[in-house]
């Protein structure tokens, strides 16, 4: 064998050991619950197919049982399918599993301010105090119908004026559900087509595009490369600098009218508070957590919501004979009771939300001590709670 084979050779059997190495210390001895082998660097993805990760968490389900491991590169993922399971982790141990996944394509953005990606104390103060607030606004109560069923009117007239023509309904969805947030949040809604409205909306869809585009995927799953890399995934920063001088703005607006016996919306009452607070040095109620926290809700509740009221037109408009019984976004439902109205309007977005997977909720995992079942698994691994297979 001449100098340049056996100089081959040896480079070969280096890297395989490296990689031997690298895979030993990544994928052995973690005492997590059995899943797929995962390859080196690249974990499982391979073996995931493109476009279709709801199907091949059933497949490993049915392989694995309702508890399970897979690597997205070279991090863990434990997934929960299964109602009991998913009850037991999120319901009934929902403290030990409260912490908050990471996000790499927004955290350059957020930088541990909002609520969407704060873990600890910080997390806990500020969600009470954002769900105590929208609910004394209506949010989740009778009154708040009332501004549901204006956009409703609003969309049903925006498809009348179609008469016929096809329409992708996601962007009006969106005008629609923002106008729900602004009217909450900023105390006032927006005419569809008035400009500054359109580019706040446009921003939030862009941002969701890259989050969800094959760019921001790898950002998510190999953030330590992808941070280096040059591509759209990099953009998000940039591209919500208009997202968030929108809201600045508006706060600053709020703060010169602020009266504050008369609290007229959400960023009143944060005002309010971050005034009471302001000689606190260690306070969470600081203007940056406001704007992050209203950046939080638009990206992810819009998004959500919409995909499940396109999924849920898809389905009224292949069944024709269920349109006389109710109606998706909760609009009127014949001589029924209002708790019979509700109630079925409910299971029904929840059916919608199972078959089609709207749902993925991927939060921080947290235990150690719990029932046997996760015992298993370590502090801080990611967990990954699958609800379009509750109901399979």
């Excluded at 499982?44 to 309702?66: C, E």
């Excluded at 600890?120 to 103060?125: I, L």
């Excluded at 600053?252 to 302001?278: C, G, Q, S, W, Y």
Aim: contains cysteine; charged residues 20%.
């Amino acid at each position: 064998m001449d100098s340049a084979g056996l100089g081959t050779l040896i480079i070969v059997l280096i890297t395989c050991l490296f990689i031997y190495i690298t895979w030993n210390a990544t994928y052995r001895n973690r005492n997590l619950p059995p899943g797929p082998t995962p390859l080196p660097l690249i974990g499982n993805l391979l073996q995931i197919k493109w476009g279709q990760l709801a199907n091949s968490l059933m497949k490993y389900r049915n392989q694995y049982g309702s508890i399970y491991t897979v690597y997205f590169g070279t991090r863990p993922i434990i997934v929960l399918c299964g109602y009991e399971t998913v009850k037991e982790a999120l319901v009934d141990r929902g403290e030990e599993f409260a912490g908050r996944g990471r996000i790499p394509p927004i955290e350059k953005l957020t930088q541990g301010y909002g609520i969407s990606l704060t873990n600890g104390e910080r997390w806990r103060q500020l969600r009470t105090f954002t769900f105590k607030s929208l609910r004394e606004f209506g949010f989740g109560k009778k009154t708040f119908e009332e501004k549901v069923q204006v956009e409703a009117k609003s969309v049903v007239e925006e498809l009348k004026l179609l008469k016929g023509k096809s329409l992708d309904v996601t962007r009006l969805f969106m005008d629609a559900l923002s106008n729900v947030l602004f009217s909450i949040i900023f105390g006032n809604r927006y005419e569809y087509k008035d400009e500054r409205f359109v580019k706040f909306l446009a921003v939030v869809e862009e941002t969701f595009h890259i989050m969800s585009c094959p760019w921001g995927q790898l950002h998510a799953i190999l953030p330590g490369v992808m941070d280096y890399i040059p591509g759209p995934h990099q953009q998000i920063p940039s591209i919500s600098k208009e997202l968030i001088s929108f809201i600045r703005d508006r706060i600053k607006v709020h703060e010169k009218t602020l009266n504050p016996d008369a609290p007229r919306d959400f960023i009143d009452v944060f005002l309010i508070k971050m005034e009471k607070e302001k000689n606190d040095p260690n306070t969470d109620f600081i203007e940056m957590n406001l704007i992050m926290i209203i950046h939080n809700l638009f990206i992810a509740g819009i998004e959500a919501v919409t995909a499940t009221l396109r999924h849920g037109m898809l389905i009224t408009l292949k069944y024709p004979e269920i349109q006389g019984v109710n109606l998706i976004m909760g609009v009127g439902a014949g001589d029924f009771p209002d708790s019979v109205q509700s109630l079925y309007c409910c299971l029904r977005v929840r059916v919608i939300q199972s078959l089609f997977g709207v749902c993925l909720i991927m939060v921080g995992l947290v235990c150690v001590g719990l029932s046997s079942r996760f015992v298993a698994c370590p502090q801080f691994c990611h967990q990954m709670s699958c609800l379009f297979l509750l109901h399979i």
